[in-house]
Structures are given as structure tokens and as C-alpha cells.
């Protein structure tokens, strides 16, 4: 259970006002102890100022404001570094800020933790998992990214490209010190390439991609390609 680690959610935002609330009361019913960190660019929509309104009444709510847009990777990265400097956190989760990962898988991605495993992934593409209202153009394409993640890169993971994930103190820190490409959402792919390459053990539980709660989704065509290419560097040059 997430209770038997110090845990904390990093969550990073761009124009996500809309959805800080609602994350954090999602979070707190799953389990009150989770501290959640949203790491935000410098949002023009008021997201920081919404943030700091729910953290003056809640003492588990956590704003790193970056200056400017720096991606989705690089949050993750400052996002764990915050969370084991300045709160302790003995493990990371990973989140997206549109709901679209329920918090309610956050105790069972944590608790699979130890004994070897130092990274929890929530995957849509292992028995029980899926995904809900999506077109078959979205389908065909996490399919095909997933399947150049294992036949490029040889992970063994089925769902690579998922951003619900936990992570041990000693994967978060692996992370902290590399030098990933962290500008995309080919983060994910190259850091599970990175802590393959460490030893790490991985596993996956199942979750359910369920549709987003507000706001827009910032995938789009140029960060498709950005993704594809960011894989096939990794592969040529390593990480």
C-alpha cells in the first residue's frame, strides 16, 4: 500500500487550471498521506495562481514553477528531484494532470514496488488494461510507437509509452543524475531504456486510459515526429 513508503505524485502542467482541484481531491481520496507536486511551466492560463489556492488550504499541495516551457520530461526530472529533496519521498509517481490516469491505481503501482522492482508501469496493453474512447488513429499509433520502443530498443515493456508509472528513490535518482532527452514525450521511452540498461526491474499492472476531464491534449503531429526520431537517436546514440 502507499502508505508503507513515503510517496509523492509529480504532475506537470501546462494550461491545466481547470484540472488542479480535481487531481488533488482524486489523490486525497485515495489516500490522504500522497503529496503531490504539480511542476508547472510558467502556464499562461492561471494555473500556478490555482495551484497556490490549494495549497493554502492543503499542506500536501506542492507548486515548482519553471520559467517557460521546458517539457514534459525535464518536469519529471525536476519534479522527483523536488520531491526527494524537499518532502523525503521514497517513491515517484508519475501522472498526467487531466485524470485521464486514475489515482486510484496509485496504491497497487506503489505497493508493487521492492523486492527487486524499481518501476511500476500502468499499462494499457497488458490483460485488464485498455484504453476508452479512442479513434483508430490513435490505436494504430500507440501500437506502432510501442512496437518500435521493443523492436528498436529491445524493451521488454509492453506499454513504453505509458506516463502512469511508479518509481523507487533509486530509479528517481537514476533519472535525476542522467542525461536523458527530456524535451518530448520520448522521455518515457528512454528512461525505461536507461534503467534497463541499469539493472532495474520493471513490471506492469493493468489500468484503463480513460477520457481526459478537461482541458486539451497537447499531443500533436509535431510531437508524433519528434517521438519517432527521439527513439531512433536512442538507439543510434544511446542515452
Request: charged share 25%; proline share 3%.
Amino acid at each position: 500500500m502507499a502508505a508503507q513508503l513515503k510517496a509523492c505524485v509529480v504532475v506537470p502542467t501546462y494550461n491545466e487550471k481547470e484540472n488542479v482541484e480535481a487531481v488533488v481531491l482524486a489523490v486525497a481520496a485515495v489516500d490522504p498521506s500522497l503529496q503531490v507536486v504539480f511542476v508547472d511551466d510558467s502556464s499562461p492560463d492561471g494555473t500556478e495562481d490555482e495551484v497556490r489556492r490549494v495549497a493554502a488550504t492543503n499542506n500536501n499541495v506542492h507548486l515548482l514553477l519553471r520559467k517557460g516551457k521546458m517539457g514534459l520530461g525535464s518536469a519529471h526530472i525536476d519534479g522527483f528531484g523536488y520531491a526527494m529533496r524537499e518532502l523525503g519521498a521514497q517513491a515517484m509517481v508519475e501522472m498526467d494532470s487531466d485524470l485521464q490516469h486514475p489515482p486510484e491505481k496509485i496504491p497497487e503501482l506503489v505497493g508493487a514496488l521492492g523486492g527487486g522492482c524499481e518501476v511500476v508501469v500502468a499499462s494499457r496493453k497488458v490483460s485488464g488494461g485498455g484504453t476508452t474512447n479512442w479513434s483508430l488513429w490513435r490505436r494504430t499509433l500507440s501500437r506502432g510507437a510501442n512496437l518500435l520502443a521493443r523492436v528498436v530498443l529491445g524493451l521488454e515493456v509492453k506499454d513504453s509509452t505509458s506516463g502512469f508509472r511508479a518509481l523507487s528513490r533509486k530509479a528517481a535518482e537514476a533519472l535525476v543524475e542522467a542525461k536523458l532527452p527530456t524535451s518530448s514525450y520520448s522521455f518515457q521511452v528512454a528512461s525505461l531504456f536507461y534503467l534497463k540498461k541499469k539493472g532495474m526491474g520493471m513490471k506492469e499492472v493493468p489500468f484503463v486510459f480513460r477520457a481526459r476531464n478537461a482541458g486539451k491534449s497537447k499531443m500533436g503531429a509535431g510531437e508524433i515526429a519528434r517521438f519517432f526520431w527521439s527513439v531512433l537517436k536512442i538507439r543510434i546514440f544511446g542515452v
